[in-house]
């Protein structure tokens, strides 16, 4: 479902980003880091800024030992526009 609704809204209307909030988000396998990068690689070439919020303890160590934490936050910051869209 995750993975539906990003693509959809990275393929849809305009907008300077799209803001992913993992602050409920205890776990995430290997599928949702791949379902990221994936939404992270659209969002580039759309040239939208795809941000991840609410990181936090092991899923946030788990980001940062892989490297892809530093994927996200090579993002354009493009805050406070109406026009994001948030998840």
């Known amino acids: 479902m995750l993975r539906n609704r990003l ?11 799209v803001i992913v909030d993992l602050t409920k988000s205890p776990y995430l396998d290997c ?5 990221l990068v994936e939404a992270l690689k659209i969002a580039r070439t759309h040239k ?16 940062e030992v892989t ?6 936050e090579g993002s354009p910051d493009r805050t ?8």
Do not use: D, H, Y
């Open 7 to 17: 693509l959809a809204a990275l393929r849809s209307e305009a907008r300077p980003a």
């Open 67 to 72: 490297g892809v934490l530093s994927l996200f």
């Open 48 to 63: 939208v800024a795809l941000r991840l919020t609410g990181l936090q303890g092991r899923l946030r160590t788990l980001f």
């Open 31 to 35: 599928s949702g880091i791949a379902t």
């Open 80 to 87: 406070g526009s109406s026009a994001e869209k948030a998840f």
